[in-house]
């Protein structure tokens, strides 16, 4: 039996969700497929879910701590059965799966961008050293795996309709949300986002990100900025691509006036095409791009948004 | 109070990694304190500096873990457990490990890095809090004790933060923004020579075993565009991406 958590924002199944659906399918040689959805209006979620499986357990815990996650994981894997559990990559998720995995005595593959299976083991695959190196894992069952985000096609939807079974979960001790404070979202998700464009600390000063924002939604694209320039309380942390930050992989990286810290390129090194303006001709950047201008940010970016433009018109 | 941090050595970022029988060969690689454990080392001295008691590193690994230990030692952590273990362990095993020492220690709280530099892994911290059956508050940017019993803090989520309170013990990640970590002082090195470093060897099983490690770096093109004429390489670099790399 495989056990999938599926992600919801309180109204619909995440796209996560419907990647982890597909995850659970490739090794659907293990047994069959359950669900289960966890937190806040779990019984709305369960019936979209139950498009995709033929059983979703809901389990109604309340607002989110890794604590509810882990025991109302635990909980569905037990009265499933569930031998493998799959969840979406992602910070929250990454923190409650650690916990679930101790609870069951099982292997942990975090953040994998495929899986399969011999029947006795998953093998994953996965990045590690800082996004440098490409690592394949075994574990043997039980395993708890995770699929990083946009790794995997979207499952379809069953032939039949599931049932949604109501789960209790007894609830653990756990902390007290006092206050939750969320980000401003406008534009594309970086995340999600085809193409990036990102802003470094060599752009002088906050008011020049307006070039940045200019040309990012020219071509569609979300922005993203540097450690330095988050740090310097000139772009939100929300925008920040690298180690401590969020990892992209779009099929374009615009890099403006980015140096390429090591921690930053752990966010952003698996980009499709890399391009890099900078004035510095021995910037780290420049080792790792496809395309690259040695120029004046200043001077390059208005052209820039110009001819991408004209491109568009 | 006491205030425990559990470290981890790892490549520095900047080194050449290489691979050697389809493994990342960490010879002749300068190895650190894990960036994100050092804000968990300067907390822990903060949380000590501010509150009184003493405070430990515990760290699981080989036994080139001592520098990382002597370390966190010189700049200002009064003793260090050091679990010898050789080769792979993966998370969830280093928490069982970990949980019996840092159970019979009782420490009011745990602080570790949100996520390690040669692993990529973010479980250690939330593992070791299941093997206590403490609370977790993973990618913490500030934390503030509230007695000897409970601490408010504030922690990043996939999207956006939350202000939380926690009883005590607990275990808690680092994120950045939590700390600046200062450096070691001659003096603080020179003392941190004499300070209690206790070995424990540990033999323990790995439930993830690690078949094959490479590194792809993608070839990347490499095309220079000369930026003297900032409008023509503007349009240039357009032209491209529009119809070589067909991305725009």
Do not use: C
């Amino acid at each position: 039996m495989i056990l999938v958590v599926l992600e919801h924002d309180g109204q619909r199944l995440r796209k996560g969700a419907l990647e982890a659906i597909s995850r659970a399918r490739q090794i659907g040689a293990l047994g069959a497929i359950a669900g289960v959805v966890i937190g806040e209006n779990t019984q709305a979620v369960a019936q979209e879910a139950a498009q995709y499986l033929p059983t979703v357990y809901a389990a109604e815990v309340g607002s989110y701590t890794p604590e509810k996650w882990a025991e109302a994981a635990y909980a569905a894997a037990q009265k499933s059965g569930a031998k493998v559990v799959v969840a979406t990559g992602g910070r929250q998720s990454r923190t409650w799966t650690a916990r679930l995995a101790y609870k069951m005595k099982a292997g942990l593959l975090e953040d994998t961008l495929e899986t399969s299976t011999d029947g006795q083991h998953i093998i994953g695959v996965r990045y590690s050293f800082l996004n440098r190196v490409t690592e394949k894992q075994k574990a043997a069952l039980p395993v708890v795996f995770t699929a990083k985000p946009n790794t995997t096609p979207l499952a379809e939807p069953a032939d039949s309709s599931g049932v949604v079974e109501a789960l209790e979960v007894s609830l653990p001790p756990t902390v007290e949300v006092l206050e939750r404070l969320s980000e401003q979202k406008k534009g594309v998700s970086l995340t999600e986002a085809t193409v990036v464009v990102t802003g470094g600390r060599g752009l002088g000063n906050p008011e020049a990100f307006a070039g940045v924002e200019e040309l990012a939604s020219t071509l569609g694209a979300a922005v993203g900025a540097t450690r330095a320039v988050v740090d310097a309380g000139w772009r939100p942390y929300s925008e920040q691509v690298g180690q401590t930050g969020k990892t992209v992989q779009p099929n374009l990286y615009i890099a403006l006036a980015v140096s390429g810290a090591v921690q930053h390129q752990a966010g952003m090194n698996k980009s499709k095409y890399i391009v890099a303006v900078n004035k510095d001709a021995e910037a780290p950047i420049f080792k790792i791009a496809d395309y690259g201008i040695v120029g004046d940010v200043h001077q390059v970016l208005p052209a820039l948004i110009d001819a991408a433009k004209k491109l568009k018109d | 109070m006491k205030f425990v941090a559990v470290i981890r050595q790892v490549p520095d970022g900047e080194s050449r990694l290489k691979i050697e029988g389809g493994k990342v060969d960490l010879g002749g690689v300068t190895m650190i304190l894990d960036q994100m454990d050092e804000w968990a080392v300067e907390e822990v001295i903060r949380l000590q500096e501010k509150h009184g008691g003493e405070s430990v590193v515990v760290a699981l690994g080989p036994e080139r873990f001592e520098e990382a230990i002597r370390t966190a030692l010189a700049m200002g952590i009064d003793r260090a457990i050091h679990l010898v273990a050789e080769g792979y362990l993966d998370p969830i095993s280093q928490a069982e490990a970990l949980a019996e020492v840092i159970r019979a220690e009782a420490p009011t709280l745990v602080f570790t890095g949100g996520q390690q530099a040669d692993w990529d892994s973010q479980a250690l911290g939330p593992a070791l809090a299941e093997a206590l059956s403490w609370p977790v508050v993973s990618w913490t940017t500030q934390i503030e004790l509230e007695g000897e019993t409970q601490a408010k803090a504030k922690h990043d989520l996939d999207e956006g933060a939350e202000v939380v309170r926690v009883g005590l013990p607990a275990v808690f990640t680092s994120q950045q923004g939590l700390n600046e970590p200062r450096y070691p002082t001659l003096p603080g090195i020179m003392k941190a020579k004499r300070k209690e470093l206790k070995k424990v060897p540990v033999s323990a099983s790995s439930k993830v075993e690690i078949l094959e490690q490479t590194i792809q770096e993608k070839s990347r093109l490499n095309k220079m565009i000369d930026g003297k004429d900032p409008v023509a390489a503007a349009h240039e670099l357009v032209r491209l991406l529009h119809e070589e790399a067909k991305v725009i």
